[in-house]
């Protein structure tokens, strides 16, 4: 098993019944199913946070993309995609 360490956190009433609810039902512990619920959003935020980073970076470093060369490209492939739908469909 991993290495485990404690925190303590407060949360609205509300929430600790819901949490104590799902816990009975699931017959899970609360501390199972709090620990599951930050794994899953702690690993979504980071992603999303250290994906913006990466895009200022980028930014930062002149790696991007002007605004209507983006557009066109979209423009182009979705009428791509709009002519071969049109051809299946005839």
Do not use: C, W
């Not at 002007?66 to 423009?75: D, G, Y």
């Amino acid at each position: 098993m991993a290495e485990t360490t404690t925190i303590t956190i407060r949360v609205p009433v509300a929430v600790k019944e819901r949490l104590d609810r799902l816990a009975e039902l699931t017959r899970r512990s609360r501390s199972f199913l709090s620990a599951e619920a930050l794994e899953i959003y702690t690993r979504s935020e980071l992603e999303i946070v250290e994906q913006i980073s990466a895009g200022v970076e980028d930014m930062e470093a002149g790696r991007v993309v002007p605004h209507e060369e983006a557009m066109a490209e979209l423009r182009e492939r979705v009428a791509r995609v709009a002519a071969k739908n049109a051809r299946r469909s005839a």
